[in-house]
């Protein structure tokens, strides 16, 4: 069982940035690919951006290019940079691992005036 938690979750006017962490439990860190997905009021949790253990990324699309995900491996962590925040940002984050399945409870990020 690995425990997962997020923080770095807030609010944040428009345009703004904000920076997600997680923390891992466990030693063998560096062998998950490490997602964060997000759960937008009244919608369901959708991709976000995913690093795999060669620190290759993917994004979803609506995030492309204003978003970044890394890795620490030394301190069992994964990052996600937020910049240029929207409204429509708004979700609760999750951070998600494999193999295992493993999922945070995740962090609020409200962005509004």
């Known amino acids: 069982q690995v425990q997962l938690v997020e923080s770095g979750g807030g609010l944040v006017q428009p345009g703004g940035s904000l920076r997600l962490s997680c923390a891992a439990s466990?030693?063998?860190?560096?062998?998950?690919?490490l997602s964060w997905y997000r759960q937008a009021p009244g919608k369901e949790r959708a991709f976000v951006a995913t690093?795999?253990?060669?620190?290759?990324?993917e994004y979803a699309d609506s995030v492309n290019g204003r978003f970044i995900i890394y890795r620490d491996d030394s301190k069992s962590e994964v990052y996600l940079q937020m910049n240029n925040l929207k409204p429509e940002d708004t979700a609760v984050y999750y951070c998600?691992?494999?193999?295992?399945?493993?999922w945070g409870r995740g962090t609020q990020d409200t962005v509004a005036l």
């Open positions: 690093i795999n253990p060669d620190a290759r990324t």
């Open positions: 466990t030693r063998l860190f560096r062998i998950y690919t």
């Open positions: 998600f691992i494999q193999p295992g399945g493993y």
